[in-house]
């Protein structure tokens, strides 16, 4: 069956970095679109970004533009989400998602990881 699993999140200062990482198995990595998003405590899950599999083009939440960059590296079924100058409003459990991009912010979710929590304290 597909599992993706999330890796990277922890306990981090306002200002400090972070790699996020995520292992996709059981679906055919390199033609999936995949994505990263967010869910802060009372809060909605949110897009935070996604990487297409055709051309790897990117797109990004203006909250995160210029911060926070997405990658993926299908000969490991990885993709990743470099965060740097982490906020404290960048708290939140970090999802990865497998789908088909519908719009520059929204993507068909076919299949969740099981989260990683980020933390930022000022």
């Known amino acids: 069956q597909v599992q993706l699993v999330e890796s990277g999140g922890g306990s981090v200062r306002t200002g400090d970095s972070l790699r996020l990482s995520c292992a996709a198995s059981?679906?055919?990595?390199?033609?999936?679109?995949m994505g990263w998003f967010r869910q802060a405590p009372g809060k909605e899950r949110e897009f935070v970004s996604i990487i297409d599999w055709s051309d790897g083009r990117t797109y990004y939440a203006d909250s995160v533009k210029g911060r926070f960059t997405i990658s993926r590296d299908n000969a490991k079924n990885t993709v990743y989400l470099q965060m740097n100058l982490l906020k404290p409003e960048d708290t939140a459990v970090y999802y990865c998602a497998a789908g088909r991009i519908r719009s520059p912010s929204s993507m068909r979710h076919d299949f969740w990881g099981q989260g990683t929590q980020v933390t930022v304290s000022s």
């Open positions: 059981g679906l055919t990595f390199s033609t999936a679109d």
